[in-house]
Structure formats: structure tokens, C-alpha cells
Antibody, heavy 119, light 108 residues
């Protein structure tokens, strides 16, 4: 089955760190650009970060101020998001998604993992 | 960054109604516009890509149109399962993608 499954979310204190994972299956993971999108409670969708299929090209939303690091392990069919210096504003459901080139749409999404930053 | 503005922010319609949601970009994005449906507690689902191409497996009552800065998502005959929030997303400035703020659709 073609799917993405996120894990690693949870409750973390302000200033803390968390590493999210996204396990891909059912397709050739290395052929696809992948992205992270987040959604704060009751809010809309916000693009977070993007990584090319080989992992050589990486982009981040300006709002992250260098606190997040995206990576991938194609041998393990996995995508990661290392999040540091977390604040309450980072509380959100984090989704990984597969990017389809040409028109840059997200055709496959994971179910999401909730990150709550609170003391 | 390219700003995406949707209207209306919310709407309520009856089963069988024709529903239209609009999305406006702050600059021309050609046809790099995609639409998603999100039901409460669920991940977004791709409906339309490249402004007017129907994603595989999506009902043909969904259609998209537009180019440049103005785009439209139309549901030809609203069904009970069409509730949720709809988002547009631009891919023109890939990979700095941006979404509209969402349109919440309620079934009367």
C-alpha cells in the first residue's frame, strides 16, 4: 500500500527538541521530493520545509529562523524533521507529504503527528 | 512570498447546490494552483492540480478553472460528504509553497 506514516510527536517543554519521522512505503521513495506541512490548532496549513529526492537540495520557511533541520534516508525510506528551540508557536499537527513535480502538488499525505509545546 | 487569498472564508449550502470557491494570488502564478479538501481531524486530500486537472479517484463533480491570479473550485452538485475545509496552494514559487487561509464548507 502506498502510504506515509509519521511518528515522533508529543509533549515537549519550551526550548526543547523533538525529532519527527515519516516512513514511506509502496513507492520508490528516492524519486520524490518530500515536504513537511504543519497546522496549528484551528488554523490553516503552513509549509515548513522541503527536500529533494537525493537530499541535496533543502529549503525552509523563513519563519523557522534556522531552528529546524530536514533530512532523509533513502535506504530506510524515511524522512525526518529535527526541531530545536521549540516554542508554543510550534504547537501543531505536522504532516509529511509527497511532492509531484511539474505543478508542485502534494498527492500523498501522512495522517499527521501532533507536537505540543507547553510547560 | 506569494500570498493566496480565498473567498468566502466559510459558506453553508444544501445538498444538490452548485458551490464555488475562489482563490486569488498576489501575483501571477500561471496555472500552478492546486486544491485540497480537509475533513475535521484528517489529512488534506488533493482534489485538483494544475488549476483544472482532476486528481485520480476524485469525483467528477469537482472542477477547477483559472490562470494567472484568479482561480475557482466548483462543486457541481453538493453531496453530504463534501463538508470540510478547502485550501488552495500555489506551486509557482516552488519550493516556497503557500496556501490560502481556507474555506470552511458546511452542509445545511
Amino acid at each position: 500500500e502506498v502510504q506515509l506514516v509519521e511518528s515522533g510527536g508529543g509533549l515537549v517543554q519550551p526550548g526543547g527538541s523533538l525529532r519527527l519521522s515519516c516512513a514511506a512505503s509502496g513507492f520508490t521513495f528516492s524519486r520524490y521530493e518530500m515536504t513537511w506541512v504543519r497546522q496549528a490548532p484551528g488554523k490553516g496549513l503552513e509549509w515548513v520545509s522541503d527536500i529533494s529526492g537525493r537530499g541535496t537540495t533543502i529549503y525552509y520557511a523563513d519563519s523557522l529562523r534556522g531552528r529546524f533541520t530536514i533530512s532523509r534516508d533513502n535506504a530506510k525510506n524515511s524522512l525526518y524533521l529535527q526541531m530545536n528551540s521549540l516554542s508554543a508557536e510550534d504547537t501543531a499537527v505536522y504532516y509529511c507529504a509527497r511532492v509531484v513535480g511539474t505543478y508542485w502538488h502534494f498527492d500523498l499525505w501522512g495522517h499527521g503527528t501532533l507536537v505540543t509545546v507547553s510547560s | 512570498d506569494i500570498q493566496m487569498t480565498q473567498s468566502p472564508s466559510s459558506l453553508s449550502a444544501s445538498v444538490g447546490d452548485r458551490v464555488t470557491i475562489t482563490c486569488r494570488a498576489s501575483q501571477s502564478i500561471s496555472g500552478y494552483l492546486n486544491w485540497y479538501q480537509q475533513r475535521p481531524g484528517k489529512a488534506p486530500k488533493l482534489l485538483i492540480y494544475a488549476a483544472s486537472s482532476l486528481q485520480s479517484g476524485v469525483s467528477s463533480r469537482f472542477s477547477g478553472s483559472g490562470s494567472g491570479t484568479d482561480f475557482t473550485l466548483t462543486i457541481s452538485s453538493l453531496q453530504p460528504e463534501d463538508y470540510g475545509t478547502y485550501y488552495c496552494q500555489q506551486g509557482y514559487s516552488s519550493p516556497h509553497y503557500t496556501f490560502g487561509q481556507g474555506t470552511k464548507l458546511e452542509i445545511k
